[in-house]
């Protein structure tokens, strides 16, 4: 087995936990499990994780209770266009190479074969807002252009984009949008290509799509350009195509404490009382992926939420998945959040870090 997939690598003893652990110590979203013997057993995903998490399955579960299936495999003397050729036909990420015993020798990404994967997934980031709750640090300057660190917020979703392979990017103003356009231009300095599209009136975050100048070939994100956030984007693109969905998106568990003894109840006869319990609900993180065809939803230029269309695409029967997050995700929409995203940076910060 090469050493380079090792850390990818868990038995079919381990937990959900341990598949976790070993996808996160690469950068590959992938986990191996074999048994004794290193025989392939199966693989789990970073997008099979999320949809057990969403399903209730807990991080000590058993990894059997993903219910993996035994995945494409490649004999080891494949060459690199016959695998290139089995990705793509088949729409494959990773491709294990095993033996003829079915052991486990080498994994093949789609990154090892040059030209397989263009990084052109537009990214559409709403600008518009007019960041009400951060006043009286709004009233000059655009929410995304608050500073995180030494820079701004927008800036650093930029960067972390571009660090991910993610070059075509559609900006939308609104509220002093002329500051956002000075500071980014056409992105070439931070490794993107940027267009605009100008709100002249206030949109919403899905009625701006109305603006784009061309229509979208296939399935594009749309993220507001207020988030502090780790999200992997390839990770959350491949889990939208792989649920074939019009629509994906982002899901935060939001945790809150109920001050008050909570009193459960059948009709007037108390049952038990709960003191002070902590909720999770499941919130929008303000991320997500569309399939082209949604914009046939949205009528011209008015005001249009993201939660509306949503609610339109669920009315007219078309599936609308849920992307499980597990990195970190700040709403920066009050001072507070701002302060919290401002620790943040400045925690993770290192000393030859330049953010």
């Avoid at 060459?79 to 494959?92: G, N």
């Avoid at 972390?160 to 990017?169: A, P, T």
């Avoid at 559609?170 to 605009?196: A, K, M, P």
């Avoid at 269309?309 to 001072?335: C, H, K, Y």
């Amino acid at each position: 087995m090469k050493e380079r997939i090792r850390q990818l690598v868990i038995s079919e003893q381990a937990t959900v936990r341990d598949a976790l652990l070993a996808i996160d110590s690469g950068s590959l979203q992938i986990a191996l499990v074999t048994d004794a013997e290193d025989r392939l057993l199966f693989t789990v995903t970073d997008g099979d994780i999320r949809r057990a998490l969403l399903a209730g399955i807990g991080p000590d579960s058993p990894v059997l209770a993903l219910g993996g299936k035994p995945p494409r495999t490649i004999a080891p003397d494949v060459s690199d266009s016959e695998a290139r050729q089995i990705m793509r036909q088949q729409s494959l990420h990773h491709l294990p190479v095993v033996d003829a015993g079915g052991r486990l020798l080498d994994l093949i990404y789609v990154d090892d074969l040059s030209g397989l994967r263009p990084n052109d997934t537009r990214v559409v980031l709403m600008a518009g807002g007019l960041g009400t709750r951060l006043r009286p640090l709004t009233a000059q300057t655009p929410k995304p252009m608050l500073r995180l660190g030494d820079r701004p917020i927008l800036e650093t979703i930029i960067r972390s984009l571009s660090d991910q392979g993610f070059s075509n990017l559609t900006i939308s103003l609104n509220y002093r949008g002329d500051q956002i356009r000075d500071h980014f231009g056409d992105g070439r300095r931070f490794g993107v290509e940027i267009t605009y599209v100008e709100e002249k009136e206030r949109l919403g975050t899905a009625g701006a799509l109305t603006l784009l100048p061309d229509r979208p070939q296939q399935p594009f994100i749309v993220m507001n350009a207020d988030l502090l956030t780790t999200i992997r984007y390839e990770a959350l693109v491949n889990f939208h195509r792989e649920q074939t969905a019009k629509a994906t998106v982002c899901a935060w568990e939001y945790s809150h404490q109920v001050p008050y003894g909570v009193l459960q109840t059948d009709d007037t006869r108390l049952v038990a009382i709960e003191e002070k319990p902590t909720r999770v609900e499941r919130v929008s993180a303000g991320i997500y992926v569309l399939s082209p065809e949604v914009l046939d939803l949205l009528d011209g230029p008015t005001y249009t939420d993201m939660p509306d269309l949503l609610q339109r695409l669920m009315n007219a029967g078309d599936p609308v998945s849920v992307f499980a997050m597990r990195e970190t995700w700040i709403d920066i929409g009050r001072i507070e959040d701002l302060e919290q995203a401002r620790a943040h940076v400045e925690k993770s910060a290192g000393p030859d870090s330049d953010s």
